[in-house]
């Protein structure tokens, strides 16, 4: 939000890691539409784009941009994708929600093939 405030307009960078490994269960387009649902009131503020798995930024000379980091809340910075992970019963800990719900029947039968990545209850 400090960003909407700050610009008036925001591009969000999503790291395509999909397939990457355990701790990556979720498409693009899946996280894509959470992040649209979550800032549904701000629709015409800010896009969504894909990112390659990328670990650092790095540049040389002055390029006519700013990268700035802003704070967040303690409850933000305090968000851990392992906790959440665990809770949304991925990687085997069960919590009785099926993340897998709302998903075509192929895909969550690709999706159940991956070894030790996303458990299907039915």
């Known amino acids: 939000m400090q960003s909407l405030e700050m610009e008036g307009y925001v591009v969000i960078?999503?790291?395509?890691?999909?397939?990457?490994?355990?701790?990556?269960?979720?498409?693009?387009a899946e996280v894509k539409s959470r992040i649209e649902e979550s800032l549904s009131a701000f629709v015409g503020s800010f896009e969504i784009r894909r990112l390659p798995d990328i670990t650092n930024i790095v540049y040389g000379r002055?390029?006519?941009?700013?990268?700035?980091?802003?704070?967040?809340e303690p409850?933000?910075?305090?968000?851990?994708?392992?906790?959440?992970?665990?809770?949304?019963?991925v990687g085997g800990k069960a919590s009785g929600l099926d993340i897998m719900a709302g998903l075509s029947p192929s895909e969550t039968s690709r999706r159940s093939e991956q070894n030790g990545t996303?458990?299907?209850h039915t």
């Open 13 to 28: 960078g999503v790291r395509e890691t999909y397939g990457l490994g355990d701790k990556n269960p979720f498409t693009f």
């Open 62 to 72: 002055d390029v006519g941009y700013r990268i700035t980091r802003v704070d967040l």
């Open 118 to 120: 996303i458990h299907s």
């Open 75 to 89: 409850e933000i910075e305090g968000i851990s994708a392992t906790q959440i992970r665990s809770t949304l019963n």
